[in-house]
């Protein structure tokens, strides 16, 4: 079991940029992989980005490549989305999830953190 608590986000101006943190709690931090997710009002929640577990490899959701960074502190137990550049689109309730192993779905969320982008 692991527990998550996202925290960070705010609201900022087109262009400006938060970093959300997501503090981890139970098993192991290293052992699980590890992504942000976020869903938009109206929308299905959709995969931001991911880092995995033991090589740090990343993905991003196309349209946040080169503005978003995801990355991790073992020692903390903390996953952090670097976020710079926003734009309008970007307005979300943004999620930390969490799981053991590539084989299933996410199935540890956090309780998300709300970023509104104003233009």
């Known amino acids: 079991q692991v527990q998550l608590v996202e925290s960070g986000g705010g609201l900022v101006q087109t262009g400006g940029s938060l970093r959300l943190s997501c503090l981890a709690s139970g098993r192991t931090f290293r052992d699980y992989m590890m992504a942000w997710f976020r869903q938009a009002p109206g929308k299905k929640r959709e995969f931001v980005a991911r880092?995995?577990?033991?090589?740090?490899?990343?993905s991003y959701l196309e349209s946040v490549k080169g503005r978003f960074t995801i990355s991790k502190d073992n020692a903390k137990n903390t996953l952090y989305l670097q976020m710079n550049n926003l734009k309008p689109e970007d307005t979300a309730v943004y999620y930390c999830?969490?799981?053991?192993?590539?084989?299933?779905?996410?199935?540890?969320w956090g309780q998300g953190t709300q970023v509104t982008v104003s233009s």
């Open positions: 880092i995995r577990r033991f090589d740090g490899d990343t």
């Open positions: 999830a969490a799981k053991s192993t590539p084989e299933i779905d996410y199935n540890y």
